[in-house]
């Protein structure tokens, strides 16, 4: 990984709806299943992984309707003045959790994780993870739980290690799904802080200047492909 790519891949967590999970499907990915994790550029399965979040973002994405035929329309800023009018509307509503614009696309709210996957001590490749509706709350618990290790210290948001896997989660209509679960790579916060000799950080911080200067993106082609697993009628997950 001595040079991160101008494209970064997606990694999904596949869903009982996820057509990679589905034999009859074209996209379908011999020995998917519910709860593994997808790399969408090499087709790589797996169930946990260890990593690094090196670089975050927050926004809402303007999605139109599966239904009339998808895509992204833009992005907004979390405090827009369009999310802000789109939630006092669906306060109003049976389906406030669902965020509609005036032009009646999808508001969804994300944050995206641009990360270093590891193993042993070792940088073994770069991933984007987005976060969405119930998937925040793991999301953020983790950002909280470094944050709140750092305290005052210097180092660094991709000094802290952890180790991602899945777990079976319930929505607000009690409809199971795949959840995220994150935890300290060796267990303890303390013991999971990476050296500062360690390849990880090295690889972690050219990624993270990497995306801030826009020399590296995600890769647009699989950007939305977890909406694939998602009942539109529900908040069903991502």
Request: one cysteine or more; glycine letters at 8%.
């Amino acid at each position: 990984l001595a040079i991160v790519p101008p494209r970064i891949p997606y990694i999904l967590l596949l869903q009982d709806l996820s057509p990679q999970c589905k034999e009859s499907n074209a996209k379908y990915v011999p020995g998917a299943k519910p709860g593994l994790f997808l790399n969408t550029q090499t087709g790589e399965l797996f169930s946990q992984t260890s990593l690094v979040f090196a670089a975050v973002s927050g926004s809402v994405n303007e999605w139109k309707p599966r239904k009339e035929g998808g895509g992204l329309v833009t992005k907004h800023s979390l405090n827009s003045p369009v999310v802000a009018q789109a939630k006092a509307r669906a306060a109003k509503t049976k389906t406030p959790w669902r965020r509609i614009s005036e032009e009646g696309n999808d508001l969804v709210e994300t944050y995206t994780v641009y990360a270093v996957l590891t193993e042993n001590g070792q940088p073994t490749g770069v991933g984007v993870l987005s976060f969405k509706s119930k998937a925040i709350a793991p999301f953020q618990s983790a950002m909280g739980r470094i944050s709140g290790f750092r305290g005052g210290k210097d180092e660094p948001l991709f000094a802290h290690e952890m180790t991602m896997s899945s777990f079976d989660d319930k929505n607000t209509s009690n409809q199971e799904f795949k959840n995220f679960r994150f935890r300290p790579a060796k267990d303890d916060p303390a013991k999971s802080v990476l050296p500062g000799s360690s390849p990880v950080l090295e690889v972690a911080a050219k990624l993270r200047e990497s995306v801030l200067s826009g020399a590296s993106t995600a890769d647009a082609a699989n950007e939305g492909a977890d909406r694939e697993a998602v009942n539109e009628n529900t908040d069903v997950v991502f």
